[in-house]
């Protein structure tokens, strides 16, 4: 039975998730609304200035936000999710509070400029900002700030597609890599209480406008396999061409401040070009009537995607589009611009999908009832091995469609898109970012459980000591009967007076030949730490100070020893964790102690 005092916390954290879900609820709307009114105002030059305008808005864009993300915010740079992934895992949640406002203001002008990116990403790290920041403001632990910052993550998200729980599986799977230790009920919650707020200021509406789908002939499913494997495919060319592009303009000698410029110009030229093809290919997207034009691969993509999935899109302009899609997208976001890859992600799942139903539906007339149900499929299939998120995917687009008829085709081509990218590729388009800075990120439920062990639970209540009095013979004997080499120094009613370690015998004899003493070979200052710090918080201070021991102390009396503890020690917290882990009901995997201690020690450093 839970005790009182132990729900307390949880209730409160259940409080603040819902606060961030109204915050994260709030600020969706007001960035979806700060979009559009830019997106009216800026959408002026294209149209004073003819085709040129589409080259100059988005170059304009470029530079102002290159003036935010290169003075003031570089967090703001790309597409958000890694941000907000490092700061989970490495920095303890800890996000800088000008990173969500700037953000905001960086993506939105990316967008409405004509830049080929998308809300979602940008929207996530805002949210998690904000519950960075309210868990900063009220002083919280680092465990709490972590479900802070996923409850903001997945709240932004829910609200931005109107999918509660679609948004909660997303920073679960992406962010967080799992549930053991971790509060989800929270994040539910966040993620329930921004959905509302959202659907509540702009009123209910699926985010997709397609018709309700179904199967027709058994052999469909054998085509969606097919697509699947073919979206694991492509999602590796997609990731792997995005940063190669972004090497590419890394490689470019030019001030940081022109280069989203030049990457605006030349998603103004590929504008220019789609243009063309939409007269070619007679396509018009599906725009809602206070929504301005741009042209199908730049700005918001929504227009292009509701198209595709009532089909109004011909196989050709799906194909082409997405093709320039995956370039425009390395254009922008490579140069140093900001917004998210969820939205482009969607584009072209939407596109190749679609373009593989009608193939289908050609080659075997009649086998295929619903070509532009493979659209709706090809999102979610094209995302799982991009994103690496594959319930999140199945889960979040039935509610984005209100449509749970295609349950069957999801859970075929989604899972074979995540194996065959898997397979070819083993980092996502978010932890691939974060490995060509240096930083590998790995799901260790385990390890998070050490995080949870005091020192008081490992630590040696009576260790071996030492009185200042003995002589370099009285340890020598004690080394020689404990094989011991480091000792604390104590007095007699076991108050500590320093550390003894064994390099410390080894000096020059004393001129009168006298022995040397305990009491001047000591280091008087040591290390001391209370009983209730975390074995992570006692290997982060051994390593600070360049030492492999630490007395544990009476917070009341510190000159009194309770316990001694060392590096080796936290062997014994690797046995505690898998005990803790085992009365959970977690099934716990072979793990060597080595490796414990190894993935401890690379998470600290």
């Known amino acids: 039975m839970i005790e009182r005092s ?9 409080i603040l998730g819902a606060l961030i879900g109204v915050i994260s609820g709030i600020t969706s709307v007001m960035f979806k609304l700060l979009i559009l009114g830019m997106s009216r105002i800026f959408v002026i030059i294209p149209q004073v200035l003819g085709l040129v305008g589409w080259v100059v808005l988005p170059c304009l864009g470029g530079l102002v936000v290159a003036i935010i993300v290169v003075r003031y915010a570089p967090e703001a740079r790309g597409h958000g999710v890694p941000e907000a992934m490092e700061a989970y895992s490495l920095r303890g949640g800890n996000i800088r509070f000008r990173v969500p406002l700037l953000k905001s203001i960086g993506s939105a002008i990316s967008i409405s400029t004509g830049g080929s990116c998308g809300r979602e990403g940008p929207i996530a790290q805002i949210g998690a900002g904000v519950g960075s920041a309210v868990a900063t403001v009220l002083n919280l632990d680092k465990r709490a700030k972590k479900t802070l910052l996923v409850c903001g993550l997945s709240s932004g998200i829910a609200a931005t597609f109107n999918a509660p729980l679609g948004g909660t599986l997303f920073g679960i799977e992406v962010l967080a890599g799992g549930i053991i230790g971790f509060s989800i009920l929270p994040v539910i919650l966040a993620s329930v209480v921004a959905t509302a707020i959202s659907l509540y200021m702009l009123g209910p509406a699926a985010s997709f406008q397609a018709p309700t789908f179904g199967i027709g002939h058994p052999i469909e499913l054998i085509f969606y396999l097919g697509l699947g494997a073919a979206l694991g495919v492509t999602s590796v060319i997609w990731m792997r061409g995005f940063y190669s592009i972004e090497d590419l303009f890394e490689k470019i ?34 725009f809602y009537e206070d ?30 589009f997405s093709l320039l899609k995956i370039f425009a997208t390395s254009f922008t976001l490579g140069s140093g611009g900001s917004g998210g890859v969820f939205a482009p992600t969607l584009f072209m799942g939407a596109g190749f999908g679609g373009a593989f139903g009608l193939m289908c539906s050609e080659i075997l007339p009649g086998s295929v009832s619903q070509p532009t149900a493979f659209a709706l499929v090809g999102m979610a299939a094209l995302f799982a091995g991009t994103g690496r998120a594959p319930i999140t995917c199945i889960v979040m687009i039935m509610e984005m469609t209100a449509d749970y008829s295609l349950i069957l085709p999801l859970m075929i081509a989604v899972p074979t898109s995540f194996l065959v990218s898997s397979l070819i590729e083993s980092e996502s388009i978010y932890t691939m970012k974060l490995v060509r800075k240096g930083v590998r990120l790995r799901s260790e439920p385990h390890i998070e459980v050490l995080r949870t ?61 006298q022995d040397y003493t305990v009491g001047e070979l000591m280091n008087p200052d040591f290390l001391h730490l209370s009983p209730e710090t975390t074995i992570d918080g006692a290997l982060q201070a051994m390593i600070k100070r360049d030492e492999g021991h630490a007395v544990i102390v009476d917070p009341i009396d510190p000159r009194r020893m309770l ?42 450093t």
């Open 291 to 320: 929504q301005p034009y741009y042209p199908a691969i730049m700005g918001v993509e929504y227009a292009f995607v509701d198209a595709a999935l009532v089909g109004h899109v011909a196989i050709g302009a799906l194909f082409l």
């Open 6 to 14: 132990e729900m307390r916390p949880q209730v409160a954290l259940y």
């Open 563 to 604: 316990g001694y503890i060392t590096k080796t020690d936290v062997l014994k917290a690797y046995e505690v964790a898998i005990i803790k882990l085992q009365k959970s009901g977690v099934e716990v995997e072979d793990i060597s102690p080595i490796d414990i201690e190894a993935a401890t020690m690379r998470d600290i």
């Open 253 to 286: 000698r030019a001030s940081r401040y022109l280069l989203p410029a030049i990457g605006g110009v030349l998603t103004g030229l590929l504008g220019i070009g789609t243009i063309y093809f939409e007269s070619v290919f007679a396509y018009s997207g599906a």
């Open 453 to 513: 062990i005091k020192v008081n639970e490992i630590m040696t209540t009576k260790p071996t000591t030492l009185t200042r009095e003995m002589t370099l013979s009285d340890v020598f004997d004690v080394i020689d009967r404990t094989h011991h080499t480091k000792f604390p120094v104590t007095d007699s009613e076991n108050n500590v007076l320093g550390i003894l370690i064994a390099e410390n015998l080894f000096r020059d004899p004393k001129e009168d030949g």
